[in-house]
């Protein structure tokens, strides 16, 4: 079993920051790419950001400036440092990860559960 756990969502007002926290456990041998998606009310899923092993990053344009994606391969963690947020930005924050848990295995895609941010005066 693979288990993502996110942390750090919660009410901010416009202009202000969270930082968000997945941390990967159990049968994991190694992971390739990491990232975040959201999802809005009403809305698709989307990609938010990723970040690869080697600490190649990639960003949706709407959060390009403001957003950092950031990774310990140690702890098999990323993080999301978001600043400026907006409104817009509300939605549940989901982690996801490619990983496999064997030597000898494939990668497969996991999913947290989720952590919900609203963005709110």
């Known amino acids: 079993q693979v288990q993502l756990v996110e942390s750090g969502g919660g009410l901010v007002q416009p202009g202000g920051s969270l930082r968000l926290s997945c941390a990967a456990s159990?049968?994991?041998?190694?992971?390739?790419?990491m990232g975040w998606f959201r999802q809005a009310p009403g809305k698709q899923r989307e990609l938010v950001a990723v970040i690869t092993s080697g600490d190649t990053t990639n960003y949706a344009d709407s959060v390009k400036g403001r957003f950092t994606i950031s990774r310990d391969n140690a702890k098999n963690t990323i993080y999301l440092q978001m600043n400026s947020l907006q409104p817009e930005d509300t939605a549940v924050y989901y982690c996801?990860?490619?990983?496999?848990?064997?030597?000898?295995?494939?990668?497969?895609?996991?999913w947290g559960q989720g952590t919900q941010v609203t963005v709110s005066s």
């Open positions: 996801n990860a490619q990983v496999r848990r064997t030597q000898w295995s494939s990668f497969n895609g996991y």
């Open positions: 159990g049968s994991v041998f190694s992971i390739s790419v």
